[in-house]
């Protein structure tokens, strides 16, 4: 019988993710700071990583 799986490996597939969130720095809020930090972990992984956000809520220039 012939193997009829796919011959790519995992290490050879690259990873990417999309994230669609209300809130993410510059904004304040608990979410985004976490939402950042997830993010960021993901990235130093090797995950190819866009963040999609609308118009800051909270942020405020001081």
């Known amino acids: ?3 009829c799986l ?3 490996t995992v ?3 690259s990873l990417r993710l ?3 969130t209300q ?3 510059p904004d304040y809020a608990a ?3 976490l939402i950042q930090e997830l993010v960021m972990q993901l990235g130093k992984q090797g995950i190819d990583i866009k963040v ?3 118009q800051p809520g909270y942020a405020f220039e001081t």
């Open 18 to 20: 999309s994230v669609l």
């Open 11 to 13: 290490s050879e597939q």
């Open 52 to 54: 999609f956000t609308g």
């Open 1 to 3: 019988m012939k193997n």
């Open 31 to 33: 979410t985004g700071q």
């Open 23 to 25: 809130f993410f720095p």
């Open 6 to 8: 796919p011959t790519t």
